[in-house]
């Protein structure tokens, strides 16, 4: 958990809207597991205030080099995008729980709905180096917003998508398309509408899941509790869980659906 | 537990110590209810020995899960919450929580907040007898709870009502917390002064809103929330200046300090100590920053005893 300034070694825009971002930040390379986030200072002035979760897309500690894969949603994130190589931003983190990541297990399930495959994408960084292969199920509205194929698939991973269009794959949901075969140790991520489904399919065939949630956020460091999420309270019904300390990453069923 | 660090002020002589209604802090800069959780959670990223004061998150008699999300909406140079005072109850915060503290050299303010007058009472007589305490600060201007909270302290007969309830079932030092959402601060501050208080907290959030023109619905699930960060620091100086002078007790000021030039308008203004908040979220290590930008301040000036500038901008 370290404070540091960060330089940026690359700014791409993906897609209109759509930015990844590489940095140089050594320590917090070595250190990061993948679910983490790290808690951007976007601006420098007092507006916009706050900083902004974002989570971890890609490692490469080799280089000490942390990849972000955002969209543009309000003044910080455009702020963040503005920003040009050499430009630093100052980092909190990496913060919050990670994915488990099991050794020695052959298959892996991955969902991710749209930009719900930025903190995934680390995730089969990691797989690959343990040589697990992950059946990768990507949702998109159209083909376009399905990131990253060719990288995912270099890694030695396989991908089923889905297009709300049918421009891509198979014409519908992604949790639609998940539903039709399902299995494995299943890690999501994306929009909360997507998350409760695929949470209702994990428990529905009784697999196992880690679901990473995404809320409004304060402090990261667990002391506001402004970013919770209603969680099982074994015994006491529901309780207020802390998104950024004892998330971002939750076993799926532990996650209480509005 | 790692010792104290010698700062630059041991060294050069300079004196910080200030003295909050009996409540020795070595420096003026404490840290804000509500937003320094129970300490723990930036004991990675400061040394909290190096604190003048912790004051930790609001404490109930009961359990409380706190208000439905969203909680939080970001406002120009400023915050709003609608937190609800989630927190686990005084027995889980004695017996979990505050131990955790105990080791620090650094006093441990716990903030009370009650749904009746006699909750006040009950969690004063609790405090009292347990270990490691060093003053209670009154919360009566909570804006994020149904019952209590705020109303206490919009209602100066109320505010002083909760202030007598409390010194009579403690010996510690009592500061009380006081909203800025009345119509004169002054007259709550005399009530609650004339009921004993010994020192006074300034101040706690603006009650404000916002709406979301996409979904026409507003933000925060509570609806309103208590607005702070610089936003709110104007009015929050404002407030101390004005009980400075008519009210002769020691006064933690705080509202949206992010620097050390923040705090020292608080100090210039009347307050003998400084609570950092809504600045922790931004930089987890603002108390320390704030600390060591008065000590250059007085170095520059060569001020010896921080004391010299309490409401200095008066003389």
Known sequence: ?258 | MTAPKRVAAEKSGMNLAVDIGGILMKNPVATASGTFGYGSEYAPYIDLNRLGAIVVKGITLQPRAGNTTPRLVETPAGILNSIGLQNPGVEVFIDDLLPRLVGYDLPVIVNIAGETVQDYGRLAARLDRARGVAGIEVNISCPNVKKGGMQFGSDPEMAGEVTGIVKANTGKPVIVKLSPNVTSIVAVAEKVAAAGADALSMINTLLGMAIDVKTRRPVLGNVVGGLSGPAVKPVAVRTVWQVYCEVKLPIIGMGGIMTAEDALEFILAGAAAVAVGTANFVNPRATMDVLEGIEKYMAAYGIQNINELVGAAHR
């Open chain 1, 1 to 258: 958990m370290l404070i540091t300034d960060a330089e940026i070694i690359q700014q791409e825009e993906i897609l209109p809207g759509y930015y990844r971002v590489t940095l140089s930040a050594f320590l917090a390379a070595i250190a990061a597991k993948p679910g983490q986030f790290l808690h951007v200072r976007c601006g420098s002035t007092l507006d916009p205030l706050l900083r902004r979760p974002l989570s971890i897309h890609a490692v490469n500690r080799e280089r000490g080099e942390i990849s972000l894969f955002y969209r543009i949603v309000g003044r910080g994130t455009a702020l963040l995008a503005g920003k040009r190589k050499g430009e630093k931003v100052n980092l909190l983190g990496p913060l919050g729980s990670g994915f488990t990541v099991p050794e020695g297990v052959s298959a892996a399930v991955v969902v991710a709905g749209g930009i719900g495959i930025a903190p995934l994408y680390f995730l089969l960084q990691e797989l690959s180096a343990l040589k697990t292969c992950a059946d990768v199920f990507l949702g998109a509205p159209t083909s376009k917003q399905l990131f990253f194929t060719r990288e995912i698939e270099a890694l030695g991973h396989r991908i089923f998508s889905a297009t709300d269009d049918g421009s891509s794959g198979y014409h519908g949901t992604v949790v639609d398309l998940f539903e039709q075969k399902p299995a494995g140790c299943v890690y999501g991520c994306g929009p909360a509408g997507m998350l409760k489904r695929l949470s209702q399919v994990i428990k529905q065939n009784e697999l196992c899941g880690e679901l990473s949630l995404e809320e409004r956020m304060g402090c990261g460091v667990g002391a506001c509790l402004s970013c919770v999420c209603k969680t099982v309270n074994e015994g006491y019904g529901t309780r207020y869980s802390r998104v950024c300390v004892d998330g971002p990453v939750f076993p799926a069923g532990e996650v209480v659906w509005e």
